[in-house]
């Protein structure tokens, strides 16, 4: 019993190992020539402006279900007009950059780690390696890139989003005008509060790419091992991502003291 524990701890312990070494390989090639910019635009394409219709969605609804809530709450204190600063400062700080994160984990994340798993099981990688093709840069290294840009991106898109959703949810409710709702939502939320808040997403786009694509080239076993490689991929890198966002948010409390997070 102790035995298997012990090396159950020491296969965890290398897999670790082998996953940072990976992910520092991919950031030093990611800032080294020669750079793959067709590959880097399509993987872009494909992670970012295909997520674009998931993440407005998503954040419209959250923009409506937090309005509606916020508003319940409020309402106790008679403090409604309250409301889109509330909303503006909580999306903007925190659920649209995490929840950016967790989505793109279930999609890019799931993406890449089955669409590597596949090339790797069915022998793609090994002919891109027989015709003088670095698997890694091209494969891995693009879809780092374009995660790690596309994320910050759609956060934007989330943020802005549920602002939009809120405003529907409010006028609804009170008629609010969007240049009031708009000037209230904005109020207490400078641009040292949205930059870092939302260049954090940069890495857990890291994250996704680096752990999809990590999973996906140690693929093994045929189908199940594709099917596992993407489930894990969602499921590590989601965990990371919370992990991630607890360390980020300090670090940006400790060099922007002014923030309201």
């Keep these: 019993m102790i035995d298997q524990l012990g090396r159950a701890v020491l296969r965890s312990l290398a897999s670790v190992g082998e996953a940072s070494a990976f992910a520092g390989r991919a950031l030093a090639d990611s800032v080294r020539p020669p750079f793959e910019f067709p590959e880097f635009l399509r993987q872009l394409y494909e992670l970012g402006w295909r997520s674009v219709p998931l993440i407005a969605a998503s954040g419209v609804a959250i923009g409506v279900v937090m309005s509606m809530h916020t508003r319940s709450t409020l309402e106790r ?97 009170s008629g609010m005008s969007l240049r009031l709702y708009l000037a209230r939502a904005f109020f207490y939320v400078g641009f040292e509060d949205f930059l870092p808040a939302t260049l954090k997403t940069a890495v857990f786009g890291f994250i996704i790419a680096v752990v999809g694509s990590y999973l996906g080239f140690t693929t093994s076993r045929g189908t199940e091992g594709v099917g596992r490689a993407s489930t894990r991929a969602v499921v590590v890198s989601s965990i990371l991502i919370i992990l991630a966002d607890v360390v980020l948010v300090r670090l940006i409390l400790f060099f922007f003291p002014r923030g309201t997070l």
């Excluded at 999306?91 to 967790?102: A, D, F, K, S």
């Excluded at 999609?107 to 790797?120: F, K, S, V």
């Excluded at 290294?141 to 934007?156: D, G, I, Q």
């Design 77 to 173: 204190f008679g403090a409604e007009a309250m409301i889109p600063s509330g909303l503006g400062m909580v999306v903007i700080l925190e659920i649209g950059p995490l929840v950016t994160g967790l989505l793109m984990a279930g999609r890019g994340g799931a993406g890449i780690g089955a669409e590597l798993g596949a090339m790797t099981v069915t022998e793609q990688v090994d002919a891109l390696e027989a015709v003088a093709v670095d698997s890694f840069r091209y494969l891995s290294v693009t879809r780092v890139a374009a995660c790690t840009v596309a994320l910050p991106l759609l956060t934007v898109i989330a943020d802005f989003a549920a602002i939009l959703g809120g405003y529907l949810a409010e006028a609804a409710a």
